[in-house]
């Protein structure tokens, strides 16, 4: 069946050899991209939400979908290390089930990004539009905020904010990791400071009842914070290709 055909670890990296991406990025930048998928989504925008499910169990909520998403991690690390190439799962997929479910993930994989995009767009114009509306002393109409489905008609901040983003990725990769690496310093700094704030005045009177649902809230939560983990995984091929004794695919 044409569709089942596998391609062979061989002739993916022959081909990669041909037509490979240029490779701009360093140990710092690639590390600041894994904190800066991790610490974004999860803590300020799906925190809310997850609290409504689990109340203070929450915290065990992003202990269990942390160590979900490293075992994912350590699975894509694997499969990074013996297909060195550009193609995340699509290539891996490719080369071990066939084309038909490379060709469902790489649609799945494009799907899941747009989903994320669109998420985290909408978070950022959450707090964008309030930060707007203190410090100006001014009310934005619901209309250019919300979308059709939310009693507006489109969210303006959204939309500028994800074209923006998306300029600074047309402009290169090392640009955008750059401004990447500044973020996610910012956002370290943030937390840190709001941890070393907050410690002193906890009142644990507050962690009563600890799981209001039950485990049935947490693992909702979970599910969750498991997205905001998910939903912003690059994993790029290391600098230097291994040595790989044999090319059979099994």
């Known amino acids: 069946m044409i569709f089942g055909r596998v391609k062979s670890l061989d002739a993916i990296l022959a081909t990669a050899e041909k037509k490979s991406l240029h490779r701009s990025l360093g140990a710092f930048q690639l590390t600041m991209l894994g904190i800066g998928a991790v610490i974004g989504t999860g803590i300020f925008v799906l925190t809310a939400e997850a609290a409504q499910k689990a109340g203070p169990g929450m915290m065990l909520s992003f202990v269990i979908a942390g160590f979900v998403c ?43 990004y747009a989903v994320a995009a669109g998420a985290v767009s909408v978070g950022w114009s959450g707090y964008v539009v309030g930060l707007i509306e203190h410090t100006f002393s001014m009310d934005i ?18 939309m500028l904010i994800a074209g923006l983003v998306t300029w600074l990725l047309v402009i290169g990769t090392k640009e955008s990791a750059s401004v990447n690496a500044v973020l996610v310093l910012i956002k370290v700094a943030a937390l840190t400071l709001f ?56």
């Not at 109409?141 to 959204?158: I, K, S």
């Not at 049935?216 to 912003?232: K, Q």
């Open 141 to 158: 109409p619901d209309l250019l905020t919300r979308g059709p489905f939310d009693g507006g008609m489109v969210n303006l901040p959204a």
């Open 70 to 112: 490293a075992v994912a991690a350590l699975c894509y690390a694997e499969m990074a290390a013996m297909v060195p190439v550009s193609g995340s799962a699509y290539t891996y997929s490719y080369a071990v089930m066939g084309e038909l479910i490379a060709w469902m993930v790489g649609w799945a994989l494009i799907l899941e």
């Open 195 to 250: 941890i070393v704030l907050a410690l002193p005045v906890m009142n644990m009177e507050k962690f009563t009842p600890f799981a209001p649902l039950g485990f049935s809230g947490i693992s909702a939560a979970a599910a969750s914070i498991f997205f905001a983990y998910v939903a912003s995984m690059p994993f790029l091929p290391p600098r230097r290709k291994p040595r790989i004794r044999s090319a059979t695919c099994r």
